[in-house]
């Protein structure tokens, strides 16, 4: 996020990618750690949203049957024309890529830009 911030590198989403965050910020296992920490799941979302463009996914057939809603992340990543996918979601990691676009942890992405 710092490096996005930083404008080194550019990060994509979709309406779809955004609200699905905030569903998942508002699970209990989530909720509770932003309660105690003071944050609003809303908040975060914007300050993610904050440095990425906002793109309409492309139209992609289906990939991950047992998350279809992972799907949408690919989907960003073609439409964007993106170089680098970064999750950590197993379905996603699995893949390891997708139409020639390799999909890191953060952690990996940071060790993969290092060497470069």
Request: glycine letters at 4%; one cysteine or more; aromatic letters at 6%.
């Amino acid at each position: 996020m710092e490096a996005a911030r930083a404008g080194a590198l550019q990060l994509y989403t979709s309406a779809a990618l955004l609200a699905e965050i905030e569903e998942v910020l508002q699970r209990p296992k989530f909720a509770q750690r932003l309660s105690l920490a003071g944050v609003a799941s809303h908040t975060l979302v914007i300050s993610y949203a904050a440095p990425a463009w906002l793109i309409e996914p492309a139209v992609i057939e289906p990939v991950i049957i047992a998350d279809p809603d992972d799907d949408g992340v690919l989907a960003c990543a073609i439409a964007a024309r993106a170089e680098a996918i970064v999750s950590g979601d197993n379905h996603l990691l699995d893949l390891k890529q997708y139409e020639g676009i390799p999909i890191f942890t953060a952690a990996q992405l940071i060790a993969h830009i290092e060497q470069s």
